[in-house]
């Protein structure tokens, strides 16, 4: 599901009480897709823990979890 803030909501099932996980531009003025993957913690805190960076342009993707490297 999609919000009026520019982020997406994956839900459990039919429940819309329980947040897998929220997806989120990481700026509203960027030349590249930024995007930042938050995981919803048993507390219901939301930790950010994927950032995912691309160009559709150049079919070019790069996710990192923190500041590590994960996929190219």
Do not use: P
Request: hydrophobic share 40%; proline share 0%.
């Amino acid at each position: 599901m999609i919000s009026i803030h520019r982020r997406w909501e994956a839900f459990k099932g039919d429940q819309i009480q329980k947040t897998v996980f929220t997806v989120k531009k990481s700026s509203i003025f960027q030349l590249k897709t930024s995007l930042d993957v938050l995981l919803t913690s048993n507390s219901g805190q939301k930790e950010c823990y994927f950032h995912v960076e691309g160009t559709f342009f150049h079919r070019q993707c790069i996710i990192f979890q923190g500041n590590r490297l994960v996929a190219e």
